[in-house]
């Protein structure tokens, strides 16, 4: 499994962004699919997930409210739609598949967030 995250950008605070994570090889659909971000010097954190069907969803108190995580099992994609964005959202955010041994088994290689006050 590859896992691709794409959307992220320069955005002003109170603004909005919506990333994208697309999976390639085999299918995700049977996996709770979750979005992280690491911000410089600072550990990475947990931000979203999303039940493999969809029907539940996960939030970091921090976002909660203003993220919004969704998947297209079809399309093999999970996207985060980010409103309402503060400037300690700035960091790099990663996708990630919650594998077999309940842990988070592939990852994207991140794609950069920078909110501007």
């Known amino acids: 499994v590859q896992l691709q995250a794409f959307g992220g950008g320069l955005v002003q605070a109170g603004g909005s962004l919506r990333l994208s994570c697309a999976a390639s090889g085999r299918s995700f659909d049977n996996y709770i699919m979750a979005w992280f971000r690491q911000s410089p010097g600072k550990e990475r954190e947990f931000v979203a997930a999303i039940s493999w069907k969809g029907f539940n969803t996960y939030y970091a108190d921090s976002v909660k409210g203003r993220f919004t995580i969704s998947r297209v099992n079809a399309k093999n994609t999970v996207d985060l739609q980010m409103n309402d964005l503060k400037p300690e959202d700035t960091a790099l955010y990663y996708c990630?598949?919650?594998?077999?041994?309940?842990?988070?088994?592939?990852w994207g290689q991140g794609t950069l967030v920078t909110v501007s006050s």
């Open positions: 990630a598949r919650l594998g077999e041994g309940n842990t988070y088994d592939y």
